[in-house]
């Protein structure tokens, strides 16, 4: 089992920047690939950024690459997102996940989700 916290959301000015983290509790947090997705109201959630176990392959999303930084420091159990540079269409819940099954970008192979937090850009 997996236990993940997100924080760091907030209210930010576009073109302005965010670092959200996410604690994970539970099984050995070197041992699976962490991810994050995010969900605009009326919208699917959808793939931003993943990290392998170790930290030295990371995946984006189109829209965010150049942008967001996707890193994780195993010994704190966390993850993190910076976030630069944002846009209103950035404007989400932003939500970790842990232990993909199979392909990093699909959300339905994660196993483990956090709470989510709540990111706005004002134009």
């Known amino acids: 089992q997996v236990q993940l916290v997100e924080s760091g959301g907030g209210l930010v000015q576009a073109g302005g920047s965010l670092r959200l983290s996410c604690a994970a509790s539970g099984r050995t947090f070197s041992t699976y690939a962490m991810g994050w997705f995010r969900q605009a109201p009326g919208k699917e959630r959808e793939f931003v950024a993943a990290?392998?176990?170790?930290?030295?392959?990371?995946y984006y999303a189109d829209s965010v690459k150049g942008r967001f930084t996707i890193s994780r420091d195993n010994p704190k159990n966390t993850v993190y997102l910076q976030m630069n540079s944002l846009k209103p269409e950035d404007t989400a819940v932003y939500y970790c996940a842990a232990d993909p099954r199979s392909s990093y970008y699909v959300r339905a192979n994660y196993i483990y989700w956090g709470q989510g937090t709540q990111v706005t850009v004002s134009s």
């Open positions: 990290i392998s176990w170790s930290g030295g392959s990371t």
